[in-house]
């Protein structure tokens, strides 16, 4: 099986919260793991919140961050997926950037992991398999 992994998921699996041994089981099993490129910048602010709302230390963040960021084996391109994502957004009335990870799971025909309730059901109405 093969992942398209969201910062929701992911940041989960980092904090160790009551859903991430379900998380750790799938990316356990799945063949491959990917991720949109925007990824990284989303890992990064989410931490960059806890930092400056949730009092976490710079390096408990920046660690966070690392091990995040070493859960995709890929990343894409996402010059290869704007247009795509873009158009999607403008027609599901969707931020761009949760669409990035329905395309990818949708070109590829890969199940996408996240806790983003708007983003599955998007994905879900995009048929793209999710696993939430």
Request: aromatic share 12%; with cysteine.
């Amino acid at each position: 099986m093969i992942l398209i992994l969201d910062a929701s998921a992911a940041t989960e699996i980092v904090l160790q919260g009551k859903t991430s041994k379900h998380f750790e089981d799938y990316l356990k099993d799945a063949d491959w793991i990917t991720a949109p490129g925007l990824y990284i910048a989303e890992i990064s602010n989410v931490f960059w919140k806890y930092h400056k709302f949730g009092n976490i230390s710079l390096e408990q963040c920046e660690r966070a961050i690392e091990y995040a960021i070493n859960l995709p084996d890929e990343y894409s391109d996402d010059q290869v997926l704007y247009k795509e994502a873009f158009l999607l957004g403008c027609k599901a009335n969707k931020p761009v950037y949760d669409m990035f990870y329905i395309i990818l799971a949708r070109r590829n025909s890969r199940y996408l992991l996240t806790l983003d309730k708007n983003l599955a059901a998007e994905a879900k109405k995009q048929s793209v398999r999710v696993i939430s």
